[in-house]
């Protein structure tokens, strides 16, 4: 599948939040990045021999929203780059900006957009456990729809907001979709740059 098709696959795909960022929903990408695909997009970006093929394993091996990212930069070909350092694993999403710019050798541009983009293939996931998390700054709340206020309580505004089913394990704990009242940081641990999400 050529690579500008992926693009297309892989923009449609993305689910827009309440606060207008764009992510790929948890599961989805397993389905565009097939690993035909993957294998037609790796070696159709030039890349030959052992490199291609150790390329290829990589993503398979666990590497898909990184070359979802590179997909969607145009620039398959900085793969190799990744898997040269051990670097091609999406568990070690999210980069700093430092990191990239030596895994990428000094290629500041594509270090800055790589940093920008990895954002939307790696939003939160509420986990069932229900336990205290503290995302960065830049992770994206997949919440859905309209927010409705509810006031003051629990010591911030209250709120309303609707977790996009992708984004959350309580589907044992909750039959119809996710919406739920959220509240301070005490209530449920969720924190963007020192202030409370309400």
């Given at each position: 599948?050529?690579?500008?098709?992926?693009?297309?696959?892989?923009?449609?795909?993305?689910?827009?939040?309440?606060?207008?960022?764009?992510?790929?929903?948890?599961?989805?990408?397993?389905?565009?990045?097939?690993?035909?695909?993957?294998?037609?997009?790796?070696?159709?970006?030039?890349?030959?021999?052992?490199?291609?093929?150790?390329?290829?394993?990589?993503?398979?091996?666990?590497?898909?929203?990184?070359?979802?990212?590179?997909?969607?930069?145009?620039?398959?070909?900085?793969?190799?780059?990744?898997?040269?350092?051990?670097?091609?694993?999406?568990?070690?999403?999210?980069?700093?900006?430092?990191?990239?710019?030596?895994?990428?050798?000094?290629?500041?541009?594509?270090?800055?957009?790589f940093y920008d983009l990895q954002w939307s293939a790696i939003p939160a996931l509420f986990a069932q456990d229900f336990t205290h998390r503290t995302y960065h700054q830049k992770t994206i709340l997949p919440f859905l729809g309209k927010e409705e206020s509810l006031g003051e309580g629990g010591f911030g505004q209250v709120s309303i907001v609707t977790l996009a089913g992708?984004?959350?394990?309580?589907?044992?704990?909750?039959?119809?979709?996710?919406?739920?009242?959220?509240?301070?940081?005490?209530?449920?641990?969720?924190?963007?740059?020192?202030?409370?999400?309400?």
């Open positions: 599948m050529p690579t500008t098709d992926l693009t297309k696959e892989i923009s449609a795909a993305f689910v827009t939040t309440q606060s207008d960022h764009r992510y790929m929903p948890d599961g989805r990408l397993e389905s565009i990045l097939t690993d035909t695909a993957v294998e037609s997009c790796v070696r159709a970006c030039g890349l030959e021999g052992p490199w291609a093929d150790d390329c290829i394993q990589a993503v398979k091996a666990g590497g898909r929203k990184i070359l979802m990212i590179l997909i969607w930069l145009r620039r398959v070909e900085l793969l190799r780059k990744f898997v040269g350092q051990g670097r091609a694993e999406d568990a070690q999403l999210p980069f700093e900006e430092t990191q990239l710019g030596k895994i990428l050798d000094g290629d500041v541009e594509a270090a800055q957009k992708s984004q959350h394990q309580f589907h044992n704990l909750f039959q119809a979709p996710v919406r739920r009242v959220l509240g301070s940081v005490r209530l449920i641990g969720i924190v963007r740059a020192g202030l409370t999400l309400s």
